[in-house]
Each structure stands twice: as C-alpha cells, then as structure tokens.
C-alpha cells in the first residue's frame, strides 16, 4: 500500500476565495490523481497530476479554475480558485502501485473536507 | 462511456447476517476492479483488487467475484460486524489501466 497524508484535513472559506490542498506520499510514485466528492455523490476525476510538466484534465475541468503542481514524485498540490458554494466538496488525492503489467491498484489520501459559505 | 452502478443504494442488516453487495458496468472491457470502503467523511480504504482475468479474490471475511462477460461484480462480506459500517463503492480500471471510474456507491448500516 501506500501512506498519503493530505493538509488540510478540512477548511471554511469564504466565496471568492482560494484553498490550496497539499499532499505528500511516502515514496515516489510516477501516477497522481485528484478528485472530488460533491455531498452525496461518488468521486470523479478532476486530473492527473504529472511530474515535469502541465496536469491532464478530465471533461469539466480547467486549469484556470483547478491549478495543479507536481515540482516531484512524493508531493502535489491542488488549488481551488475563485471558489464558490458549490465548490463545498471533499478533495482526494490518489497514488497508483503497479503491481504487474496493467495491473494497479490505487490507494487514496484522507481527503480534504472543504466547505465553502 | 463506463457507467458504473450499484445496488442496493443503502442496506441495513442485523449483526452477524452474511451479505452481497451488487456492481455492474456497461463496457465490460475493463482492465481490473476494485472495491473500496469509505468511512463518513473519510478518505477510500481499497479493499480487493480483481484482476480481468480473475474470477474472484479473498481477504479476510470479504470475497469479491467478477464477471466481465455480464458486466458485473459482487462483494460478499461473512458474518457482518457493526465495525463494517461504511460506504462501499467499486471502481473500474476502463480504457486505461491506471484511472478508475466510480460506482455509485451503497451505504452499509450493521445492527446490533
């Protein structure tokens, strides 16, 4: 498996506002996710986070609104920017073990509880 | 595009009552599976990767099974605990063998 720690653990902003949310793996990992979980629903993909160079969004998403860093292979970041009440969502960030030839199994960080007034 | 989805959407059982947990997929070209719980504003517990060309995995009191040609997977938990509480949701690896696309999810409630 894989330790994923997440900061911060929750947050209250105000509308208008931005929230960068860190999160740091025990070792290096060549595959980053980030998704979000809006109240009541499953998760979905907001982009993969590559190291080196610009994150890969999924439909939906942008980078103006989703910024995203990757400076190595232990560490990412995900900022919401501009938020609004309906960014009020848990954010997580998610690691892949390949653990043969297409084979992986993705492991998950405590997520990131943010609410937005 | 996968769709995945569960059912029931919620389940409410008495302690020590085995259960089976229902997942289907539309495309049922998918690399692996994989079942996770989630505790109430928690972070994704993985709970059994199955492989495409496995039919089933084990741990512990919990067996996953996996039927691509019908599109679908179960997860059958023995000898319930209140301890198994929880949101379960699978995921497939579709289209490519490292992003998952999530089920809708089914919330487990054990009584005592």
């Known amino acids: 498996s894989a330790v994923i720690s997440q900061k911060p653990s929750r947050d209250i902003c105000q509308r208008g506002t931005s929230l960068t949310i860190q999160c740091q793996v025990d070792?290096?990992?060549?595959?980053m996710f980030w998704y979000r979980q809006q109240p009541g629903q499953s998760l979905t993909l907001i982009a993969t986070?590559?190291?080196?160079?610009?994150?890969?969004?999924e439909s939906g998403f942008v980078i103006d609104k989703f910024p995203i860093s990757r400076p190595n292979l232990t560490f990412s970041t995900l900022t919401v920017s501009n938020m609004s009440p309906e960014d009020s969502s848990i954010y997580l960030c998610?690691?892949?073990?390949?653990?043969?030839?297409?084979?992986?199994?993705?492991?998950f960080g405590p997520g990131t509880r943010l609410t937005v007034l | 595009k996968q769709e995945v989805t569960q059912i029931p959407a919620a389940l409410s059982v008495p302690e020590g009552e085995n259960l089976v947990l229902n997942c289907s997929f539309t495309?049922?070209?998918?690399?692996?599976l994989q079942w996770f719980r989630q505790d109430p504003g928690k972070g994704l517990t993985s709970l059994l990767l199955?492989?495409?060309?496995?039919r089933e995995q084990t741990s512990g009191r919990l067996n996953a099974s996996l039927d691509k040609s019908s599109g679908r997977s179960t997860l059958y938990i023995a000898a319930s605990q209140p301890g198994d509480s929880a949101t379960y949701l699978c995921?497939?690896?579709?289209?490519?063998?490292?992003?998952?696309?999530f089920g809708t999810g089914t919330r487990l409630q054990v009584t005592l």
């Open positions: 986070a590559n190291q080196g160079s610009e994150a890969t969004y």
């Open positions: 199955i492989q495409s060309s496995q």
């Open positions: 070792s290096q990992v060549t595959m």
């Open positions: 998610s690691v892949v073990r390949e653990r043969g030839a297409l084979i992986n199994e993705q492991f």
């Open positions: 495309d049922s070209a998918i690399y692996n």
């Open positions: 995921a497939s690896y579709t289209g490519t063998a490292s992003k998952l696309t």
